[in-house]
């Protein structure tokens, strides 16, 4: 079945250092891939997304690339801020098997510390 | 525009009572997703609603939960008689009806089971 692997945390960075999290999946069909984050004490918000393979997509600094040949949607960002502690969640949606529905990673989180 | 609601934001309950959750999903979003996010683990789907038809229920461990979506807009996840291992974020989530809209997470509900 469908499955997302993203790395483990927690992550713990200092301000204005570069982020990457990885994130690999496995899918039978053509998935749509997002990235969520999750603020303390908040509910999960889409951050970004791409939905064919070589989209990029961005949002707030974030990036990630659909890359078909490696199976991965690794997120970066170049300058961390302590505003973006939180914990970000790798999915998957895969069209072709249940319509919608998102396939999750664990999770990683976050820290920035100034 | 409001975004998805729930409630209650938190409830505590003993082992082998009932509970119910309720959202209200985004105006005119005809998908409504409920999922079950475990402390340290992704969410997890339990079911997937297109209007008030069932599309996806395969993860709902229908012994003890049950849910519905009366009139196609606001939905309750009911839970009875609860376990230890209910212990969790319960999400509920909404989309337009094509496959691969965005969803849109409401706060959650936060149970613990004692």
């Known amino acids: 079945g469908d499955s997302v692997t993203q790395m483990e945390g927690p992550v713990t960075l200092s301000e204005e250092a570069f982020l990457t999290i990885n994130c690999t999946y496995t899918?039978?069909?053509?998935?749509?891939l997002f990235w969520y984050v999750q603020y303390p004490g908040e509910g999960l918000q889409l951050l970004l997304k791409a939905t064919k393979a070589d989209d990029k997509g961005s949002n707030k600094g974030f990036e990630a690339t659909y890359r078909k040949e490696t199976t991965s949607f690794h997120l970066e960002k170049g300058s961390v801020q302590v505003s973006d502690s939180a914990v970000y969640f790798c999915?998957?949606?895969?069209?072709?098997?249940?319509?919608?529905?998102?396939?999750f990673g664990a999770g990683t989180q976050v820290v920035v510390t100034p | 525009e409001a975004g998805v609601a729930q409630s209650p934001r938190y409830k505590i309950i003993e082992k082998r009572q009932s509970v119910a959750f309720w959202c209200n999903p985004i105006?005119?979003?005809?998908?409504l997703y409920w999922y079950q996010q475990i402390l340290g683990q992704g969410p997890k789907l339990l079911i997937q609603f297109q209007n008030n038809g069932v599309v996806d229920d395969s993860q709902l461990p229908k012994d003890r939960f049950s849910a519905e979506r009366l009139k196609g807009v606001d939905s309750t996840l009911k839970i009875q008689p609860a376990k230890l291992e209910d212990s969790a974020v319960y999400l509920c989530?909404?989309?337009?009806?094509?496959?691969?809209?965005?969803?849109?997470f409401g706060p959650g509900t936060r149970l613990l089971v004692l």
């Open positions: 105006s005119g979003h005809a998908t």
């Open positions: 989530a909404s989309s337009l009806a094509l496959p691969g809209e965005t969803q849109y």
């Open positions: 899918a039978t069909g053509y998935p749509s």
């Open positions: 999915a998957l949606s895969d069209l072709g098997g249940s319509w919608g529905k998102l396939q």
